[in-house]
């Protein structure tokens, strides 16, 4: 029978280039298909944590998983490999189109389970702007649902959505009105049905007022809010084009809801806010 001896460095370098590929190298391909199931495995109690108050536990331990999970993989494909450092009898497998192969084909089936994941279950964004300071700064990279419940969002909901003036991007404001409600901003005081609302999250850091016959920023409507339209608006009321300006956004037009934090950087002094990492949005 022909002996091909495993090579350490091989096995170790073909793990690093995709778990996995270096364990279907040394032979062990059961143990292969387990290393490429296990981070599937992992979105369930993605899902579960998003909708928990685990999130900045759950960020954290799986921080931990990735790193150990790497790491086992890449050493033990090392270690096996030194078992057969002199003698291997090569499987029908053991050949370099067949390495490419897995390897393509895992490639489609992992971007084939993101796209799902991206666009009906978890996305990821970034956040550049001040019109949701306090809520968020810019630097925040959050995660939004989008589950089909989650492009239903409520009053007090911050959703992600295509702007209307441009469908190329993406805006994050939060939801003050729903169809059917009227709205109405009084010397920077918003009302909802007459109601002069309550809200701890909004920011007003312009002590001027504009008039009415200038900009709708301080005086606006009353405006009836269509039927599937929602009304939204920056936490940051005062430095937020929003619909105030532009009208309300269509439920068509909404990507998902805003649930956490799961990284942010300051630009400015060059740090890790450590205390926003995992922290749920409000």
């Not at 090569?90 to 897995?102: D, F, L, S, T, V």
């Not at 971007?111 to 968020?136: C, D, G, H, W």
């Not at 701890?200 to 809010?225: E, M, V, W």
Request: charged share 20%; with cysteine; glycine share 6%.
């Amino acid at each position: 029978m022909e002996n091909k001896p495993r090579k350490a460095w091989i096995a170790g370098l073909l793990s690093l280039i995709q778990p996995g590929l270096g364990h279907v190298y040394n032979g062990e391909i059961r143990k292969a298909f387990l290393i490429y199931l296990l981070p599937i495995l992992l979105i369930p109690g993605l899902i579960f944590c998003l909708h928990s108050q685990f999130v900045r536990i759950f960020l954290t331990s799986y921080a931990f998983l990735i790193s150990g999970y790497y790491l086992y993989v890449i050493v033990d494909a090392i270690r096996t490999a030194k078992r057969y450092n002199e003698k291997y009898s090569p499987k029908k497998y053991n050949k370099a189109i067949a390495y490419i192969g897995i390897f393509l084909f895992v490639v489609v089936i992992n971007n084939s389970l993101a796209a799902v994941v991206k666009y009906n279950v978890i996305q990821a964004f970034k956040f550049l702007a001040s019109s949701m300071e306090p809520t968020l700064l810019n630097g925040d990279h959050i995660l939004a649902a989008r589950s089909k419940s989650a492009k239903n969002p409520h009053k007090g909901d911050l959703i992600i959505f295509e702007f209307p003036e441009d469908p190329s991007k993406d805006f994050i404001k939060r939801v003050v009105a729903v169809g059917g409600d009227i709205v109405e901003v009084r010397n920077k005081v918003l009302h909802v049905n007459g109601m002069a609302m309550t809200e701890p999250y909004a920011a007003h850091k312009d002590g001027d007022t504009i008039p009415a016959n200038q900009s709708p920023r301080d005086f606006l409507g009353p405006q009836l809010i269509p039927p599937g339209s929602y009304f939204v608006m920056g936490d940051n009321r005062d430095k937020s084009y929003d619909s105030r300006f532009w009208g309300p956004v269509s439920k068509d037009k909404i990507k998902g809801t805003v649930k956490c934090i799961y990284w942010s950087w300051d630009k400015e002094n060059l740090e890790v806010r450590w205390d926003r990492v995992g922290m749920k949005v409000l």
